[in-house]
């Protein structure tokens, strides 16, 4: 949590800067699918490096996430704790590491 808590506060950092100057930026998250022009001069922040499960709260059935988790990290860790998301987009990384876990 301590390598979360540091890598959002230098985003944090950086946004502020930003915001201070009154320049404009974009937040960039490492890919996307896209298909809009971007200017490629942008000041950016980059959040790609926020991939992350946090927690998985097994009582709860809550998982505290940073936002670019691919899907089937999240089901890897979710079914460590013999949980599996309510909805399960389709993913690349391993289609059928499900198999055994839905009826």
Not at 16 to 45: C, D, L, M, W
Not at 52 to 63: F, G, Q, S, W, Y
Request: charged share 25%; hydrophobic share 35%; no cysteine.
């Amino acid at each position: 949590m301590q390598a979360h808590k540091q890598a959002v506060e230098r985003i944090a950092s950086a946004v502020r800067q930003f915001y201070h100057r009154k320049e404009p930026f974009r937040i960039n998250h490492g890919s996307t699918n896209s298909t809009q022009q971007t200017n490629k001069h942008a000041k950016t922040v980059d959040i790609g490096m926020l991939r992350n499960v946090l927690t998985i709260d097994r009582e709860k059935r809550t998982a505290l996430v940073e936002p670019n988790v691919p899907m089937d990290r999240l089901v890897e860790e979710t079914l460590k704790e013999g949980l599996v998301p309510g909805v399960v987009m389709e993913f690349p990384g391993r289609p059928s590491m499900l198999k055994d876990h839905v009826p």
